[in-house]
């Protein structure tokens, strides 16, 4: 187990270098810079600004600095955040980003996998139909239309939810943010939960139990669910992925003062620090996930488990 | 795949009633956008002073309303539209081009040449590409050919993973090894014996590829990153109909209906397709 850790830890560390190399080197072939005003800056200042931050040093030497930097926790200096810190800025927006994401997938694999269960028990039943559909919806429309039309109905119309904004600690106020962000991941996780439970019930352990006279209740929870949620733990990661996609315009739309928006602004602004930063952050979260996915499959499927040993 | 399988499948696609009303739908908005220009005078970009942020309705033939700047909405969103299934079509051939074959000469070859491209497949589809996207379009940032390639060669990853396992499942089969006997060269097989074999999977993977490609194109073009004034695409028109929700709601709605619309029937016809040709193929 430890082991098997270990090994998984010396894949995504050299990943995440490779991320943090190709990342640097593309950010810095994008025309223009950080000092780029509206109004020019007279040479001398800008001379001046580039010397400060070691602009003038040759970029395989900006490189190794990043990257010594980053060693040591260190992102930088944000150029255009004055005064800001890259980790500063980060410090203030992931609380709020990993609060509305994680409870975007509570929220997905809560709902998803009971729905998907009673649909494969109910299987060809209009329930069961009715769901696959909703199911079929919620997985081609995008969270940037769902969440307007939700603020639309829910917050202007009705009046029941503010549209926007950010308080901290206010639940009224994470409803529909969430509500938009976990739909997408929902309706898969439902779909997936349907398909494997209908293969785990087809199986002849399933069978086994039920000679033995196990009520209903006790096959499903006590032995089809566990193979039955293999498919949605290899979709954890992309769930992940999308979430964090999505957080992007969730943030922009209700306006919640998360991290997302250094990223694009960050690019646009060529804030090179701020943009790695982020890049940084973001690719350690999907990367940390894929490893809890595998302890995941470790616990869901023994014969992987075995095999290893 | 044969011409007979084709033809079951045909017959069994058009016995879903789902399906078929979904390719109605795309068929009917694609005709739609297409001809556009013609069935509504007014231009994309010319300003109407006499009815600015006006709801839908028949004066002045706005159809879909007008936004703040008095631009007519139906044939703004009905330009979207035609960008969206323009990057989808021309991003998925892309995707498909680069998938099939690379995946062809991987499964073909097989040994060490399938373990490194492979290898290469994995390494990439490890990282977080959304990102990579979004210096890609930083950096190309107004082209909007570009913004298809870069969209393009993200996509062929999954495309090239289908194509090498149809191929290795392939590539020990009767006809193949007759094509070796009578002399073909490697290149020759792989085009006009492996490739079109594999076409099933591919047609039914690439139909599903093209939502998922509007999509991600309307997301960037939301964000401000796709494509930009005057020019509009479904993801600008949403993104403008977000701000002005409270006062103007239908800004908002004809955009993200036909969005939301397309992207479902799409969807649907993939679905069906594929149990069409999934029941007959093997």
């Known amino acids: 187990m430890v082991d098997f850790l270990l090994r998984r830890v010396r894949v995504a560390v050299p990943t995440l270098f490779v991320i943090v190399t190709l990342s640097f080197f593309l950010v810095r072939l994008a025309p223009g810079g ?175 139990a039920f000679a033995k006279g196990l009520p209903l209740r ?92 | 795949m044969s011409g007979a399988t084709w033809r079951d499948a045909g017959r069994r696609l058009r016995a879903d009633r789902a399906a078929m009303v979904a390719a109605g739908l795309i068929a009917a908005v694609a005709v739609l956008a297409v001809l556009g220009p013609w069935i509504n005078a007014n231009g994309p970009e010319t300003i109407d002073w006499r009815s600015v942020a006006v709801p839908p309705g028949l004066r002045g033939a706005h159809w879909f309303g007008t936004d703040r700047l008095g631009r007519d909405l139906f044939v703004r969103t009905m330009g979207g539209v035609r960008v969206s299934l323009l990057v989808g079509l021309a991003a998925t051939v892309i995707s498909l081009g680069i998938g099939i074959g690379y995946g062809a000469v991987a499964g073909y070859l097989g040994g060490r040449v399938d373990d490194v491209l492979m290898r290469v497949v994995e390494i990439l589809d490890g990282l977080p590409l959304i990102f990579f996207v979004i210096f890609l379009t930083v950096i190309f940032g107004r082209d909007e050919w570009l913004l298809f390639a870069s969209i393009g060669a993200v996509g062929w990853l999954a495309m090239a993973r289908i194509v090498r396992g149809q191929t290795l499942s392939i590539r020990r089969r009767e006809f193949i090894e007759a094509a070796r006997a009578s002399g073909a060269g490697t290149a020759r097989i792989i085009w006009t014996h492996v490739v079109p074999n594999v076409a099933g999977p591919v047609t039914v993977y690439a139909t599903l590829t093209i939502p998922q490609i509007m999509l991600f194109e309307s997301f960037l073009s939301f964000l401000g990153l796709g494509v930009q004034e005057p020019r509009a695409s479904l993801g600008t028109l949403i993104a403008e109909g977000a701000g002005e929700m409270q006062a103007a709601p ?23 397709l594929r149990d069409a040709l999934d029941r007959g193929g093997r």
């Open chain 2, 250 to 272: 239908w800004i908002l709605l004809g955009p993200g209906i036909c969005l939301a619309a397309l992207l479902v029937a799409l969807n649907v016809l993939g679905d069906g």
């Open chain 1, 218 to 309: 006790t096959v499903v929870l006590r032995h089809a669910l566990r193979p039955a949620l293999l498919p949605v733990a290899g979709y954890l990661a992309p769930a992940v992925a999308s979430i964090m996609t999505g957080s992007l315009v969730v943030e922009s739309i209700a306006g919640l003062p998360g991290m997302g928006r250094y990223l694009v602004q960050g690019a646009l602004n060529r804030d090179y620090t701020l943009v790695l930063g982020m890049v940084v952050v973001y690719s350690t979260l999907l990367i940390g996930m894929g490893l809890v996915v595998d302890l995941l499959y470790l616990w869901l499927d023994p014969r992987i488990r075995f095999e290893r040993e």
């Open chain 1, 34 to 208: 950080p000092f780029d005003r509206e109004q020019a800056l007279p040479p001398e200042i800008v001379a001046n600004l580039r010397g400060a931050y070691g602009f003038d040093r040759p970029l395989w030497e900006q490189y190794a600095r990043y990257l010594g930097s980053l060693a040591r926790g260190d992102f930088g200096p944000s150029f255009r955040y004055k005064d800001f810190t890259v980790t500063e800025l980060i410090g203030q927006g992931l609380p709020v980003t990993f609060e509305l994401g994680a409870l975007a997938l509570a929220a997905a694999l809560g709902i998803g996998v009971p729905v998907g269960v009673f649909a494969a028990l109910h299987r060809g039943s209009w329930a069961d139909r009715g769901t696959m559909m909703l199911a079929a919806l919620g997985i081609a429309v995008p969270t940037f239309v769902v969440l307007p039309f939700l603020a639309l109905c829910f917050g202007i119309h009705w009046r029941w939810l503010p549209v926007a904004g950010w308080e901290p600690g206010s639940v009224r106020h994470l409803v529909l943010p969430v509500t938009a962000l976990s739909l997408t991941p929902l309706a898969y996780v439902a779909r997936l939960t349907r398909g494997g439970m209908l293969e785990a019930m087809s199986g002849a352990f399933v069978r086994t």
